[in-house]
């Protein structure tokens, strides 16, 4: 079982051009999509948030359980939904502003205890921006790693959500002797401010760094690097393409029976191109159609 934890939302996307575009709900959030690419590709997925119980919180449950994702564990409040609006440029770059006050997943609290049989935990986004929703995420994220249980981190670093900039980056690197596989795109280790050898240093396995069309490198702690050119495609947009690149490493790894620091150390060089051009591929699709719509594992194929 891989669990998800982290916050679901609703992305206005526009369908035309202009300011004033029509938006078009869809729904979202880094780790919503993560979870959702996990069940389609066909790993045994949790959801682990708090989701409104307006009709947006009711559609964002729906989509979980069609792409098979257990929601048991999925908190519930009276609050509304997090709203996204999308502003999506003209190589497909996706842009958002964000309407979070109030919102149901900000009251998130730590559950007792993961489902049973958790392998692996993933976090990341605004969830573990906006307090007090944060501090629970964090609280999760430590005792998981505690615990021995895999842990991922997406920081998909939205600035505008974040106060102190400096503050943040100090949280982030506290996080990071808690996690097992730290992904992010060039842009936010470009507005971290720090390297792949010096995350490596502080905890986790395994690094590795997106470049939108240009592929994706995986930095190791035996000093190794391995990249792997991008997948060509018509871009629709990217929405959601680092969220499936998040799903296609872990599901790969679960096939391999990687998830775990020893796992991570054992793989060689052909694993981990053969990890990143599954990811590759799978962003790939998502990119080639409208809003975060990650692939079906037939779409895909082996990892």
């Known amino acids: 079982m891989i669990v998800v934890a982290g916050e679901a939302l609703i992305d206005l996307v526009p369908r035309g051009t ?5 938006l078009g709900p869809a729904l979202g959030g880094g780790p919503y999509n993560t979870a959702v690419a996990l069940g389609r590709l066909g790993s045994r997925t949790a959801f682990c948030s708090r989701l409104s119980y307006d009709a947006f919180g009711e559609a964002l449950l729906d989509g979980l359980r069609r792409a098979g994702v257990d929601v048991s564990g999925v908190q519930r409040g009276t609050e509304p939904s997090t709203l996204a609006v999308a502003t999506v440029g003209a190589d497909g770059s996706a842009a ?12 998130f609290t730590a559950p007792a205890e993961l489902p049973a049989g958790t392998r692996a935990v993933s976090f990341g986004t605004c969830s573990l921006v ?3 929703g944060a501090s629970a995420y964090e609280e999760l994220m430590r005792s998981a790693a505690g615990r021995g249980v895999f842990t991922a981190l997406d920081p998909n670093v939205r600035p ?6 400096d503050a943040y980056r100090a ?3 506290s996080w990071l002797p808690s996690v097992s596989l730290l992904k992010l795109s060039e842009e936010d280790a470009r507005w971290l401010g720090g390297t792949p050898r010096a995350w490596l240093a502080a905890g986790p396995s395994a690094v590795v760094i997106t470049h939108g069309g240009d592929g994706l490198t995986a930095f190791t702690k035996d000093g190794a ?14 929405i959601g393409a680092g969220d499936t690149v998040n799903a296609a490493l872990l599901h790969a790894l679960s096939v391999r029976d990687a998830l775990s620091p020893e796992g991570v150390a054992g793989l060689d060089a052909s694993d981990w191109t053969g990890l990143l051009r599954f990811a590759a591929r799978a962003a790939a699709v998502t990119c080639s159609r409208a809003g975060a719509e990650p692939p079906y594992a037939a779409e895909v194929g082996e990892p």
């Open 96 to 107: 958002y502003s964000f309407y979070v006050e109030g919102t149901a997943d900000r009251l």
């Open 130 to 132: 906006l307090e007090p």
């Open 225 to 238: 690097v391995h990249s792997v050119p991008g997948e060509k495609v018509d871009v629709v947009d990217t």
């Open 160 to 165: 505008g959500l974040i106060a102190d900039a």
């Open 18 to 22: 202009g300011a004033l575009a029509d």
């Open 171 to 173: 949280r982030f690197a």
